[in-house]
């Protein structure tokens, strides 16, 4: 069955400073994934997605993730965090036979230390 | 980005009550809208997906009676909680696509949470 696995439940970082924040998925053919991130009284925003093509997905607001097939992740990253940052993140896959349902992780939140 | 309402933000009611959530979607037309259901500090679970003049397919699991779906036109959706009970107090999250595949994006609204007493 599909699953995707955030291993981080939380994260602190100093503003500034890189960020990485980890998914790992289980899917059998090839995958389709997804950043979202999810702020205090807005909806889900997406950040990237990967279909096919270049590994190194670039992304809104200066995020970027990269597909690592032989490691079974994608994860996320940024050079330089802004306090604005500070957020619920969610790792996705796309699934399902009629490529519809959207599987989502666990999440994982992101706290900026200024 | 296309924007998508939901409407209350929070409601509190009694057990045995019944609550109606709308889901607008204000700059396009939704062909399809997904209701999703979010515990504290877990994942988006989905619960169903409507297409516009149908019925409304939900994922296994997920009480068909409990949790009515109407997705009577192209920008709007309701989901009723019939008789709620406090085990379905949780964050009620539906989002809209105009298309049914995730090959195009779906739209979040920002969500409702239900409290039963």
Redesign the interface.
Known sequence: AQS?TQPD?HITVSEGASLELRCNYSYGATP?LFW?VQSP??????LL?Y?SGDTLVQGIKGFEAEFKRSQSSFNLRKPSVHWSDAAEY?CAV?AGS??????????TRLSIRP | ?AV?SQHP?RVICKSGTSVKIECRSLDFQAT?M?WYRQFP??????MA?SNEGSKATYEQGVEKDKFLINHASLTLSTLTVTSAHPEDSSFY?C?ASSS????N???????TRLTVL
């Open positions: 995707v439940i389709y979202y009284g807005q909806g889900l925003q997406l997605k279909f969610f796309g009629s490529a519809s349902k959207i599987i989502f992780g666990s999440g | 980005g998508v933000s399809t997904f500090k877990q994942s988006l679970m989905l997906t999250i989002s049914g595949g995730f090959y994006e779906q739209f979040f609204g920002p969500g």
